[in-house]
């Protein structure tokens, strides 16, 4: 049964969940009207599509994932006893279910797994400030990203990305002067490192945006949190790009004859 939820000014402005496709924002707030006094809910993405977005031709399940495995990671799905479910992070933070309202039958996710959504009240509602521990995500699309942590660390038996190198070169193709010491920038990187693409899937993505964005309107968003945001498949898998090391040339004609004369 849906429910009615609060909806404060912050929604519009955070920048992770700007990232995200704008049916994976609507869907965040719909889970708000499904879940329980708790925030929680049973993870069945073809009834959640049913109620929150019957009339979109999207994959829920997919939506689903990109919440969790954003850098702020918003909902937490988890499995006992062979169910499914789906906990909104901070959402006692942000709601006020009414009193009449009844309890949780939903187990909580903390008693099943080491990130909790209860755990990350002590650290405030800030993105940059809150640690989340890893918590095991079932049908996660891509290798390691069950091990993801938001503190911007990667488990030990996981090789270490090299956050300063991925970012010298950013600044050297883009002309940019970001810092590899960025908490912001350490936590997007870790997050894709995590789910198993290294040094040359970045310099590939770096390659391919630079050479599409430099001199005009979207040079602006040539930054980690745009590159290396839940759109970073989709760059890296653009048909249209240089081989590491070189900048590619700007405009699609260019390209073409770059490409052409690379084949001579």
Sequence with gaps: MARARNIKPGFFKNEYLAELPFAARILFAGLWTLSDREG???DRPKK???EVLPYDDCDVDDLLNQLTNSP???IVRYEVEGRRYIAIRKFAEHQNPHIKE???VIPAPDKHCAGTVQ???QYGSSPADSPMPPCPITDS???HADSYNMSGTVPDDIEK??????IDYLNEQARTKFKASSESTRRHIVARWNQGYRLDDFK??????TGEWIGTEWEKFLRPTTLFGTKFEDYLNQKTRAPTGRRMPRGFADVQDAMRSDSD
């Design 40 to 42: 929680r809910l049973e």
């Design 48 to 50: 959640i599509k049913a």
């Design 72 to 74: 702020e990671q918003f």
């Design 102 to 104: 009844a309890a949780s």
């Design 119 to 121: 755990e990350q009240n």
């Design 141 to 143: 699309p891509m290798p």
């Design 161 to 166: 990305p090299p956050v300063g190198e991925i």
């Design 204 to 209: 590939a993505v770096i390659d391919v945006k």
